[in-house]
């Protein structure tokens, strides 16, 4: 099972345990795993539990061990990929599980499912308690009459006994506790059209409008609130709330701030560039005369171990001196579907994902505008694309670090180039610590110099309606750690720049930049496992979700 992993098997069996047993997320496991010595990525531990669980339950199937003689029967709901479902399960007195089932009604007909496959699996029991609902009765007299005809020595076989009581069967109900506790049942309300469907009634909420209430057919005789109030309600939840999850039930305190919050997100007079728009305009007014960091970054919502999936790409500005955050400036929502990779050589640059990063500096030039000094524009490895260097906007500088070894107009290659300069000086910095590498604090050799990089001989020469240039001239500062810890990569950064590079505090000036890029992986921890868990979100993609992504990916300006 385990053959051609990377990681010994002790190491994913643990992870995958360790996930699908406690409350524990990705990164949570990738920080306990790195504080043990070994290097995992996140999605890595994804991709374990998505590929051995299925196996593993089998494997645990063949070896489950003998069941006690009482059954405890009962069902609960919860949610399953945005959608109510009934749970039912069935344990014996000592709280293994003997058998479960997921379905959409709550009927004599799937009590039945879920006996038979029991009784299938693990023979009869010879009692098995219950609350005090009928249709288990009936469900378990139909099965047990089944069984024991079916049965060559019916007639030894005694019926099973039913015992209705609600005091014994708390022993279950203890156990759903556990169960929701572990998938966080609790967002509810989220998604009308999957928890108050036509004909069904899983929630209290059940009749409200497909609009969040806002044209339910009592709306003339209900007084609401109006959307500006129910959104200064959500920031000042959000705010006092900060760092125990972003769930709706969690942040609206009770069944009205509830409503309150619900009705917001559903509102569709409440939009996402509306908000955006919001956001930006604060952030406008405290950029006046200031050197402006434009940062941005790519992180997953809702996503897939395949990189399907809802993406976000914020997009926010910094004081390049004291590294203080002045607020959102955009961000840009990506639904990934797949099937796009194989056209990616033929698709013009406009259609394509990697447009945000040309889109997000445009969108930092109205800081510019708005009274900023200098606005650069700070990005991680994946914005090292020609086309954004090529038609970067006016009053824009670019910094991004290098992520492929273009080839240069004379000939040679970029990385090359750098290597034979003379180091120009050095300095030091403050590494602070990853999954794998403790903080640490390191000396950087710089080297700068210019490069003219040539247009890629995969890229055509019309880029839409805009000629593509054969060449771009830039400024390229390189950083590597001089004699890092023994068994520890060292540090190695080759920055590329529009701005004039021409003697060792620019160099020094240019890396200090790039190391505030740290910023926004900072807000992204915060939004995620270690604050408001966007991740674990229910709503329904298509409005609710962006709408309360985008709340708390605001930072707060003053």
Same mark, same amino acid.
């Given at each position: 099972?385990?053959?051609?992993?990377?990681?010994?098997?002790?190491?994913?069996?643990?992870?995958?345990?360790?996930?699908?047993?406690?409350?524990?997320?990705?990164?949570?496991?990738?920080?306990?795993?790195?504080?043990?010595?070994?290097?995992?990525?996140?999605?890595?531990?994804?991709?374990?539990?998505?590929?051995?669980?299925?196996?593993?339950?089998?494997?645990?199937?063949?070896?489950?061990?003998?069941?006690?003689?009482?059954?405890?029967?009962?069902?609960? %709901?919860?949610?399953?990929?945005?959608?109510?479902?009934?749970?039912?399960?069935?344990?014996?007195?000592?709280?293994?599980?003997?058998?479960? @089932?997921?379905?959409?009604?709550?009927?004599?007909?799937?009590?039945?499912?879920?006996?038979?496959?029991?009784?299938?699996?693990?023979?009869?029991?010879?009692?098995?308690?219950?609350?005090?609902?009928?249709?288990?009765?009936?469900?378990?007299?139909?099965?047990?009459?089944?069984?024991?005809?079916?049965?060559?020595?019916?007639?030894?076989?005694?019926?099973?006994?039913?015992?209705? +009581?609600?005091?014994?069967?708390?022993?279950?109900?203890?156990?759903?506790?556990?169960?929701?506790?572990?998938?966080?049942?609790?967002?509810?309300?989220? =998604?009308?059209?999957?928890?108050?469907?036509?004909?069904?009634?899983?929630?209290?909420?059940?009749?409200?409008?497909?609009?969040?209430?806002?044209?339910?057919?009592?709306?003339?005789?209900?007084?609401?609130?109006?959307?500006?109030?129910?959104?200064?309600?959500?920031?000042?939840?959000?705010?006092?709330?900060?760092?125990?999850?972003? =769930?709706?039930?969690?942040?609206?305190?009770?069944? +009205?701030?509830?409503?309150?919050?619900?009705?917001?997100?559903?509102?569709?007079?409440?939009?996402?560039?509306?908000?955006?728009?919001?956001?930006?305009?604060?952030?406008?007014?405290?950029?006046?005369?200031?050197?402006? !960091?434009?940062?941005?970054?790519?992180?997953?919502?809702?996503?897939?171990?395949?990189?399907?999936?809802?993406?976000?790409?914020?997009?926010?500005?910094?004081?390049?001196? =004291?590294?203080?955050?002045?607020?959102?400036?955009?961000?840009?929502? !990506?639904?990934?579907?797949?099937?796009?990779?194989?056209?990616?050589?033929?698709?013009?640059?406009?259609?394509?994902?990697?447009?945000?990063?040309?889109?997000?500096?445009?969108?930092?030039?109205?800081?510019?505008?708005?009274?900023?000094?200098?606005?650069?524009?700070?990005?991680?490895?994946?914005?090292?694309? %020609?086309?954004?260097?090529?038609?970067?906007?006016?009053?824009?500088?670019?910094?991004?670090?290098?992520?492929?070894?273009?080839?240069?107009?004379?000939?040679?290659?970029?990385?090359?180039?750098?290597? +034979?300069?003379?180091?120009?000086?050095?300095?030091?910095?403050?590494?602070?610590?990853?999954?794998?590498?403790?903080?640490?604090?390191?000396?950087?050799?710089?080297?700068?110099?210019?490069?003219?990089?040539?247009?890629?001989?995969?890229?055509?020469?019309?880029?839409?309606?805009?000629?593509?240039?054969?060449?771009?001239? !830039?400024? @390229?500062?390189?950083?590597?750690?001089?004699?890092?810890?023994?068994?520890?990569?060292?540090?190695?950064?080759?920055?590329?720049?529009?701005?004039?590079?021409?003697?060792?505090?620019?160099?020094?000036?240019?890396?200090?930049?790039?190391?505030?890029?740290?910023?926004?992986?900072? !807000?992204?921890?915060?939004?995620?496992?270690?604050?408001?868990?966007?991740?674990?979100?229910?709503?329904?993609?298509?409005?609710?979700?962006?709408?309360?992504?985008?709340?708390?990916?605001?930072?707060?300006?003053?």
């Amino acid at each position: 099972m385990f053959k051609g992993r990377h990681f010994d098997q002790s190491v994913i069996l643990l992870c995958v345990r360790w996930y699908l047993a406690y409350n524990l997320s990705l990164r949570d496991l990738e920080e306990m795993m790195a504080e043990r010595g070994v290097a995992v990525d996140h999605s890595t531990v994804n991709r374990w539990v998505r590929c051995f669980s299925p196996v593993l339950l089998e494997r645990f199937n063949l070896r489950k061990r003998a069941l006690s003689g009482r059954w405890h029967m009962d069902e609960t %709901y919860i949610k399953v990929r945005g959608q109510w479902m009934y749970l039912y399960r069935a344990i014996d007195s000592v709280g293994d599980t003997v058998e479960f @089932m997921l379905s959409e009604q709550r009927d004599l007909l799937a009590a039945k499912r879920l006996l038979r496959k029991a009784l299938h699996r693990h023979g009869r029991p010879g009692r098995i308690v219950i609350d005090g609902s009928q249709t288990y009765q009936e469900a378990i007299i139909a099965c047990d009459s089944e069984s024991r005809l079916r049965h060559q020595t019916a007639r030894r076989l005694k019926p099973i006994r039913i015992r209705r +009581s609600q005091y014994l069967n708390n022993r279950i109900e203890q156990d759903h506790r556990r169960i929701k506790r572990r998938v966080r049942p609790y967002d509810i309300h989220t =998604s009308w059209g999957a928890s108050c469907g036509v004909g069904e009634s899983l929630t209290p909420y059940c009749g409200d409008s497909a609009e969040g209430g806002a044209d339910g057919p009592w709306f003339w005789g209900i007084r609401r609130r109006s959307a500006e109030r129910c959104g200064i309600f959500l920031h000042q939840r959000l705010v006092s709330a900060g760092g125990w999850g972003s =769930s709706v039930r969690a942040l609206g305190g009770g069944r +009205s701030g509830e409503m309150r919050i619900t009705r917001f997100l559903h509102n569709p007079k409440v939009t996402v560039g509306a908000m955006l728009g919001t956001a930006s305009a604060r952030t406008c007014l405290q950029v006046r005369g200031r050197h402006v !960091l434009a940062i941005q970054d790519t992180t997953s919502v809702r996503v897939d171990e395949k990189g399907i999936g809802l993406s976000v790409h914020p997009l926010i500005a910094a004081d390049a001196t =004291s590294g203080f955050v002045l607020g959102l400036v955009d961000a840009f929502f !990506l639904d990934r579907r797949g099937g796009v990779k194989a056209t990616r050589t033929k698709r013009d640059f406009a259609d394509k994902d990697s447009r945000r990063w040309l889109d997000g500096a445009e969108s930092a030039r109205r800081l510019w505008a708005a009274g900023a000094a200098c606005v650069t524009v700070v990005e991680d490895r994946e914005g090292d694309i %020609y086309e954004c260097f090529a038609f970067k906007p006016d009053h824009v500088e670019k910094l991004v670090r290098a992520a492929q070894d273009r080839l240069l107009a004379d000939g040679t290659h970029l990385f090359a180039a750098a290597e +034979s300069w003379p180091e120009a000086g050095q300095m030091t910095v403050a590494l602070p610590a990853i999954p794998g590498r403790k903080a640490r604090t390191a000396t950087l050799g710089v080297r700068f110099g210019r490069v003219e990089i040539a247009r890629p001989r995969n890229r055509k020469a019309q880029a839409g309606t805009r000629v593509l240039p054969k060449t771009v001239t !830039l400024s @390229m500062v390189d950083a590597r750690e001089i004699d890092p810890p023994h068994g520890q990569e060292p540090a190695h950064w080759r920055l590329l720049t529009t701005h004039q590079v021409t003697d060792l505090a620019d160099a020094r000036r240019i890396i200090g930049f790039y190391r505030l890029r740290w910023t926004i992986e900072q !807000l992204f921890r915060t939004t995620k496992t270690k604050g408001f868990d966007i991740e674990a979100l229910r709503q329904q993609e298509g409005g609710p979700l962006e709408k309360l992504v985008t709340a708390p990916s605001s930072p707060p300006s003053r």
